[in-house]
């Protein structure tokens, strides 16, 4: 199983960034596919999870209003499309793997996810 996440960088407050996974190797049952983010010092936080293939969407609060999830099936591949990043949304990204519960993909369960990338950094500056 393999989760490469891509795209980060520094960006300025306001603008925008895409961040990518992709997903190569793991099994079906691993129906939702997530982005987790963690600041230096703080615990790991869900922001958004989708169901692949079928495309449900969830957000936690970190990942509400500003942030959407999406997928290219077609590449096997994740997004996180962040709009008018916050220097508070600084952190290390990454992307998880695991299986739905009852049918949802809990954007907040970091225990329900057992497949997990190296994360990509994403640097917010005023």
């Known amino acids: 199983v393999q989760l490469v996440e891509s795209g980060g960088g520094s960006v300025q407050a306001g603008s925008s960034l895409r961040l990518s996974c992709a997903a190569s190797?793991?099994?079906?049952?691993?129906?939702?596919m997530a982005w987790f983010r963690q600041a230096p010092g703080k615990e790991r936080e869900g922001v958004a999870a989708?169901?692949?293939?079928?495309?449900?969407?969830y957000y936690a609060d970190s990942g509400e209003g500003r942030f959407t999830i999406s997928q290219d099936n077609a590449k096997n591949t994740v997004y996180l499309q962040m709009n008018s990043p916050k220097p508070e949304d600084t952190a290390m990204y990454y992307c998880a793997a695991g299986p739905s519960s009852g049918g949802y993909c809990f954007p907040e369960s970091r225990w329900l996810y057992n497949y997990w990338g190296q994360g990509t950094q994403v640097t917010v500056y005023s």
């Open positions: 989708i169901q692949t293939p079928g495309g449900s969407t």
């Open positions: 190797g793991y099994p079906h049952s691993s129906n939702c």
